[in-house]
């Protein structure tokens, strides 16, 4: 097997290096905001970054697989439309919810964290969804050039490296927490990267800022947009119904265990991503079912792999990795190997999710998530109200089971036909 798989691993290297160190500086500025200012605060910060992603998919409304998908690099008019449309709209989505968020009563925020100024934090942190569309369009088309490092860079990894930098200095001149400055360093982070953006863009000769609204865009996009949205609101309902239910302090302790599980996710990023220009190739051009196969259990391979590795490095050292975050964090060491095991059920099987949205099985695949999202917001209502933080753990990892044992059903069963 590890003659097939490293090639394959090694081709990914730099991909994964730059996710890897986005991840490493993602997790550092996590760290420091927990040990000067504790898990309340980071409970705000890492809601406020939960409900960031869960709006992002909404304003990108499932470009990334119509630009992968629909647009090879080699009709250069036709990926500069859809950038154009798909930048404009997007933007405007974004801006339009970034409006509605800061049109909220800054009191009514703080009244639900219990916390004096989490609200003007939450709305200078809500501005940077209008920087940060820009990156993120960009770097859809950087895939389907097949630039898969520098689209990393742009989809986060500069953003995390920046903010680490940017905290390090105010905390180096500041002891005490002010959640306007700290929304503002957030904020900036997002600027940055906006900047350097455009130089990519015009590097790689993407015009920017013309508008052009094509229906067929929007058309293509519906089925990506419903598997993007119902994905991520799996991925993300858990932490919301957790801050609901329970107080900043334990949400931050839950934060914290998701913080450490999510490593293994940002390689999932990668793999499929990679793995998405491979399927459509081999699909589209041939109709070679064997090819698409193996692909798809290759990277499945690699998720085993991996994650065995994963989870023994929990079970060995996941209170040392939560008490990084300070004293205390370790009563969350059960929540972290639960929740790394979902994680890794999401490394292993994803390939299967992105076997079904590329080769035209969307409907099987919203039917699946849907159901699996409906069971999982009952499932962790009970499981947090009756039993805390572990009960919300285990209620995703039944849900992640049978999320994924039904796509993996539903490929076998489309490849046994094809085949």
Known sequence: MADKL???????????????????????????????????????VSFAQRAYQLILIVAVFGFREVIIKEYPSTNISKRDEVFASSLGIAAITALSITIIINVIPTE?????????????????????????????????????????PLSLL??????????????????????????????????????????YAIKVARKNEIRLFKFNFKQEILTKSKSFFSISALYNLIQNVDLIVVAFFLGPAELGIYAAASRISIIIKLLTFVFNTGLMPELQEAYSESKDWKKVKNATFRNAKVG???????????????????????????A????????????????????????????????????????????????????????????????????????????????????????
């Open 6 to 44: 490293l090639p394959f691993v090694g081709k990914n290297f730099s991909a994964v290096l730059i996710r890897l160190i986005g991840a490493a500086s993602g997790i550092l500025c996590i760290i420091l905001i927990s040990r000067h200012y504790g898990a309340d605060t980071l409970g705000i």
């Open 108 to 148: 009514f925020i703080d009244d639900i964290f219990e916390t004096r100024d989490a609200g003007i934090f939450i709305k200078i942190f809500s501005w940077g969804l209008t920087f940060h569309i820009l990156s993120k369009i960009l770097s859809f088309v950087l895939v389907s050039l097949k630039k898969l």
């Open 154 to 195: 742009l989809d986060g990894a500069l953003i995390n490296g920046i903010l680490l930098i940017l905290m390090v200095f105010y905390w180096q001149s500041v002891s005490d927490l002010n959640y306007l400055h700290l929304g503002l360093i957030f904020l900036a982070s997002r600027l940055i990267n906006w900047f």
């Open 304 to 330: 085993i792999m991996v994650g065995s590795a994963f989870i023994l490095v929990q079970f060995l050292f996941g209170r040392q990795l939560l008490n990084l975050f300070g004293d205390g964090f370790d």
């Open 332 to 419: 969350g060491y059960e929540v972290l190997i639960v929740i790394s095991f979902c994680s890794v059920l999401q490394f292993t099987f994803s390939p299967f999710q992105v076997f079904l949205k590329m080769l035209g099985h969307e409907k099987k695949l919203i039917q699946i998530l849907l159901s699996c999202l409906i069971l999982l917001i009952v499932s962790l209502t009970i499981g947090t109200i009756k039993f805390g933080l572990l009960g919300a753990s285990i209620s995703l990892l039944v849900c992640f089971l049978l999320l994924y044992g039904l796509e993996l059903f539903t490929v076998l069963r489309i490849i046994k036909q094809k085949i």
